[in-house]
């Protein structure tokens, strides 16, 4: 969930490598160390999708239980498209102290505040990460990311504790494999 924090505020490259090295663990240990192809599949997908939610929610909760809040007005929204061809939200809003600042989709601009709207800035108080908007002044959380970030997170840990606890040595493996195809035979050459 770090390396999701990391790869979605701060060094973007970094977080991306720290969520591939830890689903191709998980993919190691389970898969190639534990001899569980299901689980190590389950588990690197999970881990994948992990990366996706847990930065925002993290983001998102961190800010909004331990943030400063500071009113603020949107002076400008506008939406462009990248060069992929995702359209994105800009949202230009001014706090209370004079301070100017655009705020994106992964701030919670996603086209829903309208010009001259007031509007509440959660910041950080170490000042580390951006500042997450909101309509209101409302500290609840979003449910649903919350329940998606706690479920993924669930699913990893019960795989790889159910993978664990009934791995299979390469003894057992080749055994196996034994009674389904018989004993190993020379070829004739």
Known sequence: MLSA????YLWGWLGVVLVL?????????AGGVWNRAGAALLATATTMALGLFA??????TYVKQFGDKVDALVVDTAKHVNRKGTELWTCRVVDT????????????CDGQYRRKQHV?????????????IEATDDRSLDTLS???TGGLFAVTTVTLFYAGMRRRSDAEMGAKKRRKYGPPQRSAA
Request: charged share 15%; glycine share 10%; aromatic share 4%.
């Open 21 to 29: 090295a830890a689903a191709a663990t998980a993919a190691i240990v």
């Open 55 to 60: 930065g925002p929610t993290l983001h998102e």
């Open 97 to 108: 102290s004079g301070t100017v600042q655009d705020l994106e989709d992964l701030q919670n």
């Open 120 to 132: 509440v800035l959660f910041t950080d108080p170490l000042g580390g990460l951006k500042p997450w």
């Open 146 to 148: 919350l329940s998606a």
């Open 5 to 8: 924090l990391i790869g979605v």
